[in-house]
């Protein structure tokens, strides 16, 4: 989610960072005769890769930390690089609502991210479906599947990177699962609500007034009454760690990331899109020791 204020030169941003990246990843019209997986956002790419390793090719239409998702409209190019793909994997909840109106009422083969998250209904998951490890394990199980079926010679190369890849995220689940236990109902506060399943997993207790919670998610100005509640709870220490999103600042976040630091809270910086020099596992295992971190 971001803020209304950051609305027009996330835009214009959109635009220059799609272009540069279909110049440097290209579309799904190359002759390598590899199956071609378009992604909505960086995060799910990384993801695809993780389990098309050599044998298929992934792309991402949004890329750069500055592009909304939620605003997003596709340029002829994309919208012919996500018709040629044979492969699209998503978000959904209607944090990428672009990609799911592309492929509408198109055979398309798809994994939708909060789909595959079992026993909720998707109008009551948080849309940051990427910081829940069971979920992600979930998905990259279904591009395994659907890679395999698209192309049955490697099938197994993509089951068994799906695998190593769910493997892999054990360690993060290791490192929320001991906060919980080590720091059980430790009281947070979030600037956005973004990092819901991290803190979940680990056992916090989100203080985030829902006055203001709400408003952010609105893509609203918080009322003065919800930021000075949310400002009590700083001063007043009533809090153990701040949650900051560094890709949503605006002047409200700002000055609560202020009084945290001067009430001596320490601040967890957590980002929407996949930091550059990072892979997805590599982010999300700083996230999670960063937040045990300031918790213990």
């Not at 950051?6 to 005769?33: E, K, M, N, P």
């Not at 605003?71 to 978000?91: G, K, M, P, R």
């Not at 054990?170 to 973004?194: C, N, W, Y």
């Not at 890709?247 to 976040?253: F, G, H, I, K």
Request: proline share 5%; net charge negative; hydrophobic share 40%.
């Amino acid at each position: 989610m971001f803020l209304k204020s950051a609305r027009s030169a996330l835009v214009l941003a959109v635009g220059v960072a799609t272009t540069a990246a279909l110049t440097a990843c290209g579309g799904s019209s190359d002759d390598s005769g590899k199956p071609q997986v378009v992604a909505s956002t960086n995060v799910w790419a990384d993801i695809a890769s993780a389990v098309a390793g050599p044998d298929a090719d992934v792309s991402a239409i949004i890329s750069d930390p500055a592009a909304d998702p939620h605003s997003h409209e596709t340029s002829a190019a994309e919208s012919a690089q996500i018709s040629d793909a044979d492969l699209v994997v998503y978000n959904g909840g209607h944090y990428d609502e672009f990609m799911a109106k592309a492929i509408e009422g198109r055979d398309k083969r798809a994994v939708e991210a909060v789909a595959a998250r079992d026993g909720e209904i998707a109008g009551d998951t948080n849309e940051h479906i990427w910081y829940d490890m069971e979920t992600v394990a979930q998905v990259a199980e279904q591009i395994g599947t659907a890679l395999g079926e698209l192309d049955p010679a490697h099938a197994s190369g993509y089951a068994d990177r799906a695998a190593q890849f769910s493997d892999r995220l054990a360690g993060i689940t290791a490192l929320t699962d001991r906060t919980a236990a080590e720091h059980p109902d430790t009281p947070v506060l979030q600037t956005e609500p973004l990092a819901y399943y991290l803190l979940q997993d680990a056992g916090t207790v989100d203080r985030t007034p829902r006055g203001y919670q709400e408003a952010i998610e609105q893509e609203t100005d918080p009322a003065p009454a919800a930021v000075a509640a949310t400002r009590d709870l700083i001063n007043g220490r009533q809090i153990r760690v701040l949650v900051y999103n560094v890709q949503t600042e605006d002047q409200v976040s700002e000055d609560l990331r202020a009084a945290a630091d001067a009430a001596g809270i320490p601040v967890v910086e957590v980002t929407e899109t996949l930091p550059p020099g990072l892979d997805f596992v590599a982010w999300q295992t700083r996230n999670a020791q960063a937040l045990a971190d300031a918790v213990g």
